[in-house]
């Protein structure tokens, strides 16, 4: 085991390892209690719910790009990167 | 044990082609929602129509007897979905990439996506109680299908759900040649 960085957080966030590990447990904590709430995750709702054509799976799609689109602007506004 | 032989070798399978698609990458997964790598939708669209023709023709032959059907909950599979959105977003983590990450041997997937995970499944069960009720009382219709829905023939809508997927595909592949 080791420590990989990234090429793109770099540049955003800078180098330091105790801020990766801050952020990446709090969004695995949301990750986990949304797939809670939701009923599954990316595999266990979108991808083997979608599959049976179960509602369910295309309305989490849809909130997944409702959270991630505006989160993933806030993180990066004013970037170029 | 079948049953335990069968889920290790479909997880295997699994993990290998997220670290294969190159999933298992912080960049991969904002990326999606910054319109810059659209290869997670990629993956779940392909996914989504060769599983669905799988699980069909597997009914058909009689080689499966159940499919599992998710509950579909309008509220709370969008306020599930809308968390989990934010939480993908920051972390660029999903469940299924934070386990294979940490198969690759990644340290973050360990100690924070691990861990995170972990107390998310806490924090959820605490806050179960309070969250689902109201939510699921907002059309929570049950374990159903749009083929079920529809009364039409699966194959029918599959079809029409391939075709609505092979556009999507062109306009994603289109969109990445512009780009570069």
Redesign the interface.
Known sequence: MRWRPDTQWQPRFGTSRGLRLAIAFFGAVLVQVGAGIAGGCTSGLAISGGSVLAPAAFLFMAGIFAGGIPTAWLWYRGRAD | MLDIGRALLLGLL?GWSLHKAGLT???RI?????FRDMTVMRF?LT??VV??I??QTSVDLGLATS????????L?????????????????????T?VAEAG??????????????F???I???L??PV??PP?ARVGA?G?????G?TGAS?WL??LM?GQVVVLMLLLIARAERKKS
Not at chain 2, 30 to 34: G, P, S
Not at chain 2, 76 to 96: D, E, I, K, Q, S
Not at chain 2, 104 to 117: I, N, P
């Open positions: 699994f990458h912080y960049a904002v990326n999606v929602y910054r779940m996914s989504l599983g669905g799988a699980i499919v599992p059907v998710p509950p579909t909950s309008i709370v599979n969008l306020v599930g979905g809308v968390v989990f959105g934010v939480g993908m977003a920051t972390a660029g983590y999903c469940p299924g934070i690759e041997g990644r340290l973050d997937a360990w100690l924070a996506g691990l861990c995170g995970l107390v998310g499944a924090v959820f069960g806050l179960q969250i689902i939510l219709i374990r159903v299908t749009f083929t829905l699966p809508v599959l759900f």
